[in-house]
């Protein structure tokens, strides 16, 4: 992930991308006019250097055609009679191989030079340029040999035209691009801003939400780009927000509605019992019935804070190797009194010996405890509550059936919901506040399983979960996948237990 880059000036982003657009549009509109310059300069020349080379081919044509060879007066008659006329005005100089002139109009005299031996031309020609009067000449120079004899022909052209054209050219470009570089500037700066427009309407609508009306929403842009992205993908986290910090009101008024009733319990029977002198019995009963609703306050308090301290990933399950014999034993011996006492018989179907499954020692019992309290409670007087614990299909299987009052098939799927109550129980008063399978559902969840439910208002309700066996976690620690937090040394005295 990179880091934001420093922006020691602070401006603007809108600021920035202009400055960016105009510096890039200023580099590439110097490197257009340099490059066209350039190409329209090397055109020219070519046209030029052309008509130069054409001009000593014509030369060389007409002294072979007219066989000049081999009479230097012939030649330098012929070849003024032809040249004077002909190229009044372009330069021409011609030479024998031994740099004698043959001919050297009076006008290119002003330059008082020799043409060069022929030896010392390179077989393409040469070009040069220098200056007679005011002008430039350009001129190449190249030796041939024609009917039997070597001749040296200097050929130029004035650089006058071709440099003025250039200079026209150049004088346009420089003109054109200032005006060219204002308009493209003016045009980034308009463009960033239209772009960041609705940069600038998120961020404003972003300042209007707050915990007050946190369903508002930004608005949804139909651009179909980047900050049409953006905008959903900050209304998702909205979303998001919101429901959360809805579950967190809804807890807490669910939560203090629940902690009114058994304080405002409390606080009625203290008051009645210290209205008038009580005898020792009465008394005992209201201290016995004060006890009844702290018990009730102080388990639901429990759940609140198991349940706070779930939303805040405080609490962890640790998996390891646990006897789920004995736990159903001693969740046996601990509510068999309590149903018995509520007039029900409560039954256990579990292995003769140890079974070791994958869990958390306490949040397991917790479960069961959840599970027993709630088919004891649901129970009408003179049913019966059976757990059973079995292996089955490669894990160990505890299931809690019960005869009693079952669930409306409509509400089944909402009693793991925090503070749910079937409509049933409510009519019936049991006391409670929904918290129980909300527990048992994370709990469950921590053990990589969920609990099933199956119920049938009037007959009664089964709850069931399976846990990995112990032997599983072994296969899996074998084949290089451990899959869970657990002490090897302890896995191993299992194992061995268990072998
Ligand atoms: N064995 C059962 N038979 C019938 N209904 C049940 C049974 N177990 C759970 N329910 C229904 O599911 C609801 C939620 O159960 P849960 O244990 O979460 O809450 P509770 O028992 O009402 O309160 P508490 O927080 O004290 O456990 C119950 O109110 C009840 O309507
Ligand atoms: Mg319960």
Redesign the pocket.
């Known amino acids: 992930m990179g880091f934001p880059r420093k922006n020691p000036l602070r401006l603007p982003i809108r600021i920035r991308l202009s400055i960016s657009y105009f510096l890039i549009f200023a580099f590439a509109g110097t490197l257009l006019v340099g490059a066209s310059w350039f190409m329209a300069r090397r055109s020219l020349y070519f046209e030029l250097d052309h008509e130069i080379g054409e001009h000593i081919d014509d030369v060389h044509d007409f002294i072979a055609a007219h066989r000049l060879g081999g009479d230097e007066t012939r030649a330098r008659a012929e070849i003024a009679a032809e040249f004077d006329l002909k190229d009044d005005g372009k330069w021409l100089e011609i030479a024998d191989g031994q740099g004698r002139w043959v001919y050297r109009p009076w006008r290119m005299q002003v330059v008082p030079q020799d043409l060069p031996p022929a030896s010392s031309i390179p077989s393409g020609g040469a070009f040069t340029e220098f200056a007679v009067g005011s002008k430039t000449v350009r001129a190449l120079r190249r030796s041939f040999t024609a009917d039997g004899r070597v001749w040296v022909v200097e050929s130029g052209l004035t650089l006058t035209k071709t440099d003025l054209t250039l200079a026209r050219f150049r004088n346009g470009l420089l003109l054109i691009a200032p005006a060219v570089l204002l308009m493209a500037g003016l045009a980034g700066h308009l463009i960033s801003r239209r772009a960041l427009d609705p940069v600038a309407a998120i961020a404003q609508e972003a300042q209007r939400i707050h915990d007050g009306n946190l369903q508002s929403r930004l608005p949804r842009l139909d651009t179909r780009d980047e900050l049409a992205h953006l905008s959903s993908t900050l209304n998702d986290m909205l979303e998001r927000i919101e429901s959360a910090v809805r579950s967190v009101r809804d807890f807490t008024a669910h939560a203090s509605h629940e902690l009114r009733t058994p304080v405002a319990l409390i606080r009625s029977e203290a008051d009645l019992a210290l209205r008038f002198d009580r005898s020792a019995s009465e008394y005992r009963q209201a201290i016995v019935a004060i006890g009844a609703e702290a018990q009730q306050m102080s388990?639901l308090l429990d759940?609140l804070l198991f349940l706070a301290r779930v939303d805040a990933g405080t609490e962890q399950a640790r998996l390891e190797p646990v006897d789920a014999q004995l736990l159903c034993v001693q969740a046996w011996r601990k509510w068999r009194p309590v149903l018995r006492e509520a007039g029900l018989r409560l039954t256990a179907d579990l292995p003769s010996g140890p079974l070791m499954v994958l869990a958390d020692n306490l949040y397991l019992s917790r479960l069961l405890n959840?599970i027993l309290?709630?088919?004891g409670?649901?129970t009408p007087g003179g049913g019966s509550v059976r757990l059973a614990l079995a292996i089955s299909g490669g894990g160990a299987r505890f299931e809690v059936r019960?005869t009693?009052?079952?669930?409306p098939p409509q509400e089944q799927n909402r009693?793991f919901d925090r503070f749910?109550?079937?409509g049933?129980?409510r009519e019936a008063s049991a006391?409670?506040?929904?918290?129980?399978?909300?527990l048992a559902a994370w709990i469950a969840a921590r053990h990589q399983t969920a609990i099933e439910v199956h119920?049938e208002p009037g007959v009664g309700?089964c709850?069931a979960w399976t846990l990995s066996l112990a032997s599983q976690l072994h296969a899996e620690l074998s084949g290089g996948d451990a899959g869970y937090e657990v002490e090897s040394a302890r896995v191993v005295t299992v194992l061995d237990r268990a072998g």
């Open positions: 388990s759940s959840v309290e709630n088919a409670k649901y019960d009693g009052v079952g669930i009693i749910f109550r079937a049933n129980v006391p409670g506040s929904g918290l129980g399978l909300a119920s309700s709850f």
